[in-house]
């Protein structure tokens, strides 16, 4: 198994599952600061820099790589059973770190994430059109996309220029394997969970894929697809917040959690094997 990637330990090993927190594309574990504020006091809380983000250097990364990544992490800070948060991509590699080693996961929580599955012929054509005004504009295009009337001036700066330091080659590279892992794994993963999981959603994507409010009542294709494959479902909906909803809404977000993690309860009767 490869080196642990960098993270952070805040709080104790209490009798509940770790929390294992892991961030978006181009983002780093900074994201989930709000977040561990407010739940380091019961929660051992691990945030970690994905491959080539944050303080975690890479040369290259992938979507097997990172959930390697994750794994190692958990191997890392030893063997308690732990519930893996992700957001916006990181949604999707704690479902592809479950795809190689579900032992000792206790639960999933899908933080702001989204499932879009075509052809994969198609979608990696979407995904190269997409790079072709450049990786700085195409990195700019997405990261505007995601703010709402919620997020901040200073933030926008903050996500825009954090996502340009990242590596141009690795942030092609990377972005391109997440739109191929989406054709090959996006629902199998969720076919194949056997643990509980959680979705906490505050945003959807609109006709012109920019991230707008979830309204009221509404549903997203990822909240479709995890209410119709797990047995064991829950769905918080944050109310006036962005992407970024656990720097937006922190104590919604935290208690969502918390009732997530206490209502799974003992963590030896749920994790895979």
């Known amino acids: 198994m490869q080196p642990p990637a960098h993270y952070n330990i805040t709080g104790q090993a209490y009798s509940l599952p770790d929390l294992v927190f892991v961030h978006g594309y181009l983002c780093d574990h900074t994201d989930w600061t709000p977040l561990i504020e407010r739940l380091s006091d019961r929660f051992r809380c691990i945030a970690l820099d994905l491959p080539g983000h944050g303080q975690t250097p890479a040369k290259e990364t992938s979507m097997a790589i990172a959930g390697a990544a994750v794994n190692a992490v958990r191997q890392a800070i030893g063997t308690r059973p732990a519930i893996l948060i992700g957001h916006s991509l990181g949604c999707k590699i704690i479902r592809e770190a479950y795809r190689q080693d579900p032992e000792g996961i206790a639960g999933l929580i899908l933080i702001d994430g989204s499932l879009y599955v075509s052809d994969r012929e198609t979608m990696l054509s979407n995904a190269m059109a997409a790079l072709e005004p450049g990786m700085e504009a195409f990195r700019t295009a997405l990261f505007e996309r995601m703010f709402t009337e919620h997020t901040t001036e200073t933030q926008r700066r903050f996500l825009v220029q954090r996502a340009l330091s990242v590596d141009d080659a690795l942030a092609r590279d990377f972005f391109l394997d997440s739109v191929d892992w989406d054709a090959r794994h996006a629902v199998a993963t969720l076919d194949a969970c056997r643990v509980p999981g959680m979705v906490i959603q505050a945003t959807t994507f609109d006709s012109q894929f920019r991230w707008r409010p979830l309204p009221p009542g509404s549903s997203?294709?990822?909240?479709?697809?995890?209410?119709?494959?797990?047995?064991?479902?829950?769905?918080?909906?944050?109310?006036?917040?962005?992407?970024?909803v656990m720097t937006e809404q922190p104590e919604l977000t935290a208690?969502?959690?918390?009732?997530?993690?206490?209502?799974?309860g003992a963590p030896a009767n749920q994790t895979a094997s």
Do not use: Y
Request: charged share 30%; hydrophobic share 50%.
């Open 255 to 264: 208690s969502a959690i918390v009732r997530f993690a206490e209502r799974i």
């Open 220 to 244: 997203t294709g990822l909240i479709d697809a995890m209410r119709a494959r797990l047995e064991d479902f829950e769905l918080e909906i944050i109310p006036d917040a962005g992407h970024f």
